[in-house]
């Protein structure tokens, strides 16, 4: 009997058990893949270790959410490349976004433009950025759903700051219509692309406290774990298993029965009784595989969110050491064409791993991972003839374009692989290979967001289908509440008999598994 069965080894599922195992409770993480990470996972190939979605940590600092996250578990900080930011390349300049506050004020002026507007416009969202970020890290929980939460949001918000919340009905759009910069394609276009990295959306329907978060997201600090994401995996669950938590990979869950107290976890390798249940896996998944009133609860979030999903198509190449030469950044964001949609290659972000990193790659070798958003729709219904074309397609394509800052890139690989939807659907169980959660848009986000508890007892929702949505800092965050939660559920009722078995197994059953 475990106090806490996880569903899903992606960040937020993993993290919430560690936070649960190292508060005293008995948890057992199951993940479907062979090894945990989800789309935060990572993949092996002729020495070279890929990021398959997240290449970086946000916010791992010893103040920020995911330094939080570390402290919480018992964990030191992340050894790695502290990014001092990267390049965003336009169709017609360059824009470094500087991680210091102070550099990156002066390049968006000096490349952005210098008006009255401009600056007014910017000292909005700095103040914004300033003001959730500091929200985030006090643990602000929504959507609010009762008094407590409400106390709870005006605490971490402050009262000095509360009028601020005025713009949760507001977006990205809004405030640049409201400085007269609609129309200034350069700003718009940078924008645009941070936007539909960070919060899945378009200027147009992103909120704007959310873009205010996302486009300043360097200033809280991006890490690149030395090895890429293997490495902070590899650091993660020898953690959590050291602390007595069991991880089963390979074992994907079939089905949840039962009530809180009691609850069945039905898996391929057997059942196991639970006293609650983290479903740490997209929403459509979670209401599947729950008791019915879970998926009654969910049904309406589904159908409002039915189409507002998206994927992704990625190309992974081990390089010779001089196809990445010449380059002072090892991270870029690059829009080819103003006034083309975004996706399929039209912004893309490029990862080059850190030189002398020999945990990413070999000896005079760099791992590159080149990734851009895509709709679901034309990679389903295709013949394998046709879904072989259109993925060769795909990876030249996205190739050629990374040529723009690597002239040389993948003349030389060692390693070729590229990913689609079906990739994800495959290796991380996303329904439609569906990444980074809903298309964040006021209708679906902060108070109208999936909310963690669905309202059926001992029964939990995280991960980037819940607020506050897709990043590893939103997993983190969303970890820390649901941990909370689940700590305060087991704490009014009478503990369940545990087994020895259960808290003995330790490191070593927790390691052998998640090999």
């Known amino acids: 009997m475990y106090d806490a069965a996880i569903i899903g080894g992606g960040i937020a599922g993993v993290a919430t058990a560690a936070r649960l195992q190292a508060r005293g409770l008995a948890t057992v993480v199951f993940e479907a893949h062979g090894q945990p990470g989800g789309c935060a996972g990572f993949f092996r190939r002729q020495g070279f270790s890929f990021d398959v979605g997240a290449t970086t940590l946000v ?65 909005l969202l700095d103040r914004l950025a300033d003001v959730f970020w500091r929200a985030s890290r006090r643990g602000v929980k929504l959507p609010v759903r009762s008094v407590a939460d409400a ?36 700003l718009v276009g940078l924008l645009a692309m941070l936007v539909e990295d960070t919060v899945h959306s378009s200027v147009s329907e992103a909120p704007l406290i959310n873009a205010a978060l996302g486009v300043t997201i360097r200033g809280a600090g991006l890490t690149r774990a030395r090895g890429g994401m293997r490495g902070f995996w590899n650091g993660l669950i020898r953690r959590y298993g050291h602390i007595g938590g069991e991880l089963r990979v390979g074992c994907p869950v079939e089905r949840v029965e039962g009530r809180e107290g009691a609850y069945r976890v039905t898996t391929r390798r057997g059942v196991v ?90 000896a005079g070798h760099r791992a590159v991972m080149i990734s851009t958003h895509c709709e679901l729709a034309p990679w389903e219904g295709l013949t394998p003839e046709a879904y072989r074309g259109r993925k060769r397609e795909v990876g030249e394509r996205l190739v050629a374009l990374a040529r723009r800052v690597y002239p040389e890139l993948g003349r030389n690989a060692a390693v070729y ?99």
Not at 63 to 83: H, I, K, P, R
Not at 309 to 317: E, K, R
């Open 273 to 362: 009784t639970a006293g609650q249940v983290v479903a740490a896996v997209p929403a459509p998944l979670a209401a599947r595989l729950g008791p019915e009133p879970v998926a009654e609860a969910l049904a309406p979030y589904l159908r409002r969110d039915a189409v507002a999903m998206g994927g992704a198509a990625a190309v992974f190449l081990g390089v010779p050491e001089d196809e990445v030469s010449g380059q002072t950044f090892t991270h870029h964001q690059l829009l080819h064409d103003y006034d083309r949609p975004l996706g399929d290659g039209n912004n893309m972000f490029v990862s080059v791993s850190a030189p002398g990193d020999t945990e990413s790659a070999p």
């Open 151 to 186: 106390i709870r949001a005006a605490r971490a918000v402050g009262l000095v700051e509360l009028p601020l919340v005025r713009y949760l009905g507001w977006t990205l759009a809004d405030a640049l219509r409201a400085f007269g910069l609609a129309n200034d394609k350069a």
């Open 417 to 515: 692989e590229v990913a689609t939807p079906r990739t994800y659907e495959r290796f991380t169980k996303r329904p439609r290979g569906a990444v980074g959660g809903v298309r964040q848009t006021l209708a679906n986000s902060n108070q109208k967001a999936v909310p963690h508890d669905v309202g059926v007892p001992g029964y939990w929702l995280v991960g980037d289908s819940t607020w506050p949505g897709l990043g590893t800092v939103a997993c983190c965050l969303g970890s820390r509440l649901v941990a909370e939660g689940v700590l305060a559920s087991a704490s009014r009722r009478v503990p369940a008999p545990r087994t020895v078995i259960a808290r003995a197994r330790g490191a070593s059953h927790a390691v052998r598994n998640a090999r």
């Open 59 to 123: 916010d791992f600092g010893p103040d920020g959410v995911g330094g939080e996250l570390l402290a919480s578990v018992g964990m030191t900080a992340v050894q790695g490349e502290a990014l001092p930011g990267y390049v965003a390349w336009l169709p017609d300049r360059r824009v470094t976004l500087y991680r210091d506050a102070a550099s990156w004020s002066r390049e968006r002026l000096k490349a952005l433009g210098d008006t009255p507007a401009h600056r007014a416009f910017w000292q």
